[in-house]
């Protein structure tokens, strides 16, 4: 009998659009949001995680907003419905919160503001999120 195990492999990391708006210093109540999309082109075992992310004071000092695109390749050892429920919404988010975390903190110490560093997160709801938003193609 062969062992087979799902696996996706991480790719590349692209940030396709940043916007800040920095108005006030001082101590922030911060707000996160994600926009959470997906793409699976079956031809080519890839996967894309198109994920937005939208972190923001609740006095509205600042806001920062990022759209990004993410690729992961998988094998075809296991089905597509496998991937979709597991890997692709449980780990691709978590593999690229760091990424977007980094991005975050560089871009906001840069601008002449405190860096903002990001808490870790349980990803699980974004994940829910992401398997409502996935596109299968051909």
Same mark, same amino acid.
């Given at each position: 009998?062969?062992?087979?195990?799902?696996?996706?492999?991480?790719?590349?990391?692209?940030?396709?659009?940043?916007?800040?708006?920095?108005?006030?210093?001082?101590?922030?109540?911060?707000?996160?949001?994600?926009?959470?999309?997906?793409?699976?082109?079956?031809? *080519?075992? !890839? =996967?894309? +995680?198109?994920?937005?992310?939208?972190?923001?004071?609740?006095?509205?000092? /600042?806001?920062?907003?990022?759209?990004?695109?993410?690729?992961?390749?998988?094998?075809?050892?296991?089905?597509?419905?496998?991937?979709? *429920?597991? !890997? =692709?919404? +449980?780990?691709?988010?978590?593999?690229?919160?760091?990424?977007?975390?980094? /991005?975050?903190?560089?871009?906001?110490?840069?601008?002449?503001?405190?860096?903002?560093?990001?808490?870790?997160?349980?990803?699980?709801?974004?994940?829910?999120?992401?398997?409502?938003?996935?596109?299968?193609?051909?």
């Amino acid at each position: 009998m062969k062992n087979t195990k799902a696996h996706i492999q991480f790719i590349k990391f692209q940030v396709l659009e940043s916007h800040i708006v920095f108005k006030e210093k001082g101590d922030y109540k911060v707000q996160i949001g994600f926009n959470p999309r997906g793409e699976v082109q079956k031809t *080519n075992n !890839l =996967f894309y +995680l198109k994920l937005g992310i939208q972190v923001k004071d609740e006095d509205d000092k /600042f806001s920062v907003e990022l759209d990004t695109l993410s690729t992961f390749k998988y094998s075809d050892e296991s089905s597509l419905d496998e991937y979709i *429920n597991g !890997l =692709f919404v +449980l780990n691709a988010p978590a593999i690229i919160f760091p990424y977007l975390r980094a /991005f975050i903190t560089n871009i906001t110490s840069q601008s002449g503001m405190s860096p903002l560093i990001l808490p870790t997160l349980n990803l699980s709801k974004l994940g829910d999120d992401l398997k409502e938003n996935i596109e299968i193609i051909d």
